[in-house]
């Protein structure tokens, strides 16, 4: 067969000219007889095809035209298995590489939530010096997660980046979940540091409560004084201690004023007066800066002791008893027998004592430690013993006594004074006298049979001479 085209020869069953590739046309001489697989509108697009009306018409045809699967020829086209094949690759491709973007965007979307690959991506880039996307990454990461290392690094490159109030916020709520880590006040002094805000150093320490932050820093901040006594009513309180860290001096007020520099210099502990004291006090380190005012109020109600107890009630006796009284051992009582109401300056209680012959009359009181007195107890006592030898009878009995002994007693007198009871006994208490001074002995007569006795003060009791 000749190509049509080239006049080249073509060999039989080659579909193509093997020359210039022109493709061969076949037509056979026999009536057409379509099978049901074959798509007759895609036949006639590629194959010029005689009119049918025409044949229909001409009552001469009697030959059947038949077309082939294998004989039909497509212009331009491949046979239909090489399609498919082609067409299984294409979409095996299509979903290798929809199955590729898928794992891609997955490994994005979990790196992008990751709290660890974006702190070391945000940490890369802002070692490289990439500070505005560093920034970025850094603030997507501290949406990941509420941890300290992620506000430090977000609020570091603020700090290299000269953007300090937006590192302050950063290291101000860190603090909220840290309030215990020095570093973060460390760095957010770096940054008042750089703004000049002296201030702004000064609140944060004032603020933290922390004494060990207040002397690293007592450059820039003083620490108002500490009272070693809170504010409130109080029953005598000790003395108000004041203390503040670092080097530099307190002054005080008592008036309830605001103290300056020219107030009263802390010294030592400041004692409380009765009724309401106002005390204020600032610190003012060795720079000169002064500290907020504290002020404490306190309300003294000072404790009053109890009088003391009489051993011996008021009254009329005709056996003599010893007076005294009894009290708390913290109280000191003092005592008068005048009549007059007893202050520190009068005699001190420490023993009881004789009981005076006929009327007399004491009065006691109990001072504490810090010189309250107590309300005075009054003792009124009249003492008239049943005697058979008169008092008169007794004196000179005893100054009889010792002159027959051999002692001289010119410008002596004998006085009976006191009565003492022993037992079922009841004596003369007698007191020596030179010119009108007591000699300090004493001696005593038995009221019913008249003997003489020596007597012992501090013992209480009578010895035969």
Avoid at 115 to 136: C, R
Avoid at 226 to 239: A, K, M, N, Q, V
């Amino acid at each position: 067969m000749q190509c049509k085209v080239c006049n080249a020869f073509i060999p039989e069953g080659y579909m193509y000219c093997p020359v210039c590739g022109e493709e061969v046309i076949i037509v056979s001489d026999f009536e057409i007889k379509l099978e049901d697989n074959i798509d007759v509108s895609a036949v006639s697009e590629t194959t010029e095809l005689p009119d049918l009306k025409d044949i229909a018409n001409k009552p001469d045809v009697t030959k059947e035209i038949v077309v082939k699967e294998e004989d039909l020829i497509i212009p331009n086209s491949e046979p239909l298995p090489m399609i498919r094949k082609r067409l299984i690759i294409f979409f095996g491709i299509i979903a290798a590489i929809f199955t590729v973007a898928a794992i891609c965007g997955g490994l994005m979307i979990y790196r992008y939530f990751s709290y660890s690959h974006q702190f070391e991506k945000a940490k890369a880039e802002y070692e490289s010096g990439d500070l505005k996307q560093a920034i970025q990454t850094a603030k997507h990461l501290n949406t990941l997660g509420n941890d300290e290392e992620g506000m430090i690094l977000l609020a570091d490159i603020y700090i290299t980046d000269h953007n300090y109030d937006a590192a302050i916020a950063v290291l101000y709520k860190a603090l909220d979940d840290y309030p215990e880590d020095v570093s973060l006040y460390d760095r957010i002094v770096d940054c008042y540091k750089a703004e000049n805000n002296s201030d702004g150093i000064g609140e944060l320490i004032s603020n933290s409560g922390n004494t060990t932050l207040a002397l690293r820093y007592s450059d820039y901040v003083s620490i108002a004084p500490s009272f070693s006594l809170e504010g409130g009513s109080y029953i005598e309180p000790d003395p108000i201690k004041l203390s503040a860290p670092g080097e530099g001096t307190i002054y005080y007020t008592v008036d309830g004023s605001t103290p300056t520099a020219d107030s009263l210099t802390y010294m030592g502990p400041i004692p409380l007066e009765i009724g309401t004291n106002v005390i204020s006090a600032i610190f003012v380190n060795e720079k000169g800066i002064t500290s907020d005012v504290v002020t404490n109020t306190y309300d003294v109600e000072l404790d009053v002791p109890d009088p003391p107890e009489l051993l011996v009630e008021s009254g009329s006796l005709s056996t003599p008893e010893l007076i005294g009284v009894t009290a708390p051992e913290d109280k000191t009582v003092y005592y008068t027998s005048d009549g007059s109401t007893p202050t520190v300056e009068s005699k001190e209680y420490t023993a009881p004592f004789l009981m005076p012959l006929g009327k007399s009359t004491y009065t006691f009181v109990c001072v504490s430690e810090n010189g309250l007195v107590s309300d005075p107890v009054v003792a009124n006592y009249n003492l008239n013993m049943n005697v058979a030898i008169a008092k008169d009878m007794a004196e000179y009995a005893i100054s009889y006594q010792l002159l027959s002994m051999g002692e001289m007693n010119i410008g002596k007198t004998y006085k009976a004074e006191y009565g003492f009871s022993d037992g079922a006994r009841s004596y003369y208490i007698i007191n020596e006298y030179n010119q009108k001074s007591p000699t300090g002995r004493m001696f005593a007569v038995d009221i019913k049979s008249g003997e003489l006795f020596r007597f012992s003060k501090e013992e209480k009791k009578c010895i035969r001479f």
